[in-house]
């Protein structure tokens, strides 16, 4: 079993900048590959990055390539995913998973999910 806790999300103007994490607890955090997802108001849950068990390899969505940055920190047990240049685009609940297999692109290749943390762009 794997305990996800999201944080740091919050209202911002665009333009702005957050740092979203994600606190991992149970089984050997740095086994897993990780995903970030977003879903915004009255829209599916849509993949925004991952990253490798090493850190060494980084996916983005088109959406979000050039202004969003995934890292890890395997002694922390964490994994963080970096926002600027926010849009008011951005606005959704941001989930953390754990990858279990297939695609890192698609929600069913994850398996463990958190509870989301919000963040609202203002124009």
């Known amino acids: 079993q794997v305990q996800l806790v999201e944080s740091g999300g919050r209202l911002v103007q665009a333009g702005g900048s957050l740092r979203l994490s994600c606190a991992a607890s149970?089984?050997?955090?740095?086994?897993?590959?990780m995903g970030w997802f977003r879903q915004a108001p009255g829209k599916e849950r849509e993949f925004a990055a991952a990253?490798?068990?090493?850190?060494?390899?980084?996916y983005y969505a088109d959406s979000v390539k050039g202004r969003f940055t995934i890292s890890r920190d395997n002694a922390k047990n964490t994994v963080y995913l970096q926002m600027n240049s926010l849009e008011p685009e951005d606005t959704a609940v941001y989930y953390c998973?754990?990858?279990?297999?297939?695609?890192?692109?698609?929600?069913?290749?994850?398996?463990?999910w958190g509870q989301g943390t919000q963040v609202t762009v203002s124009s």
């Open positions: 990253i490798n068990w090493s850190g060494y390899s980084t």
């Open positions: 998973a754990t990858h279990y297999s297939g695609s890192y692109y698609r929600i069913p290749s994850y398996n463990y």
């Open positions: 149970g089984r050997t955090f740095s086994s897993y590959a």
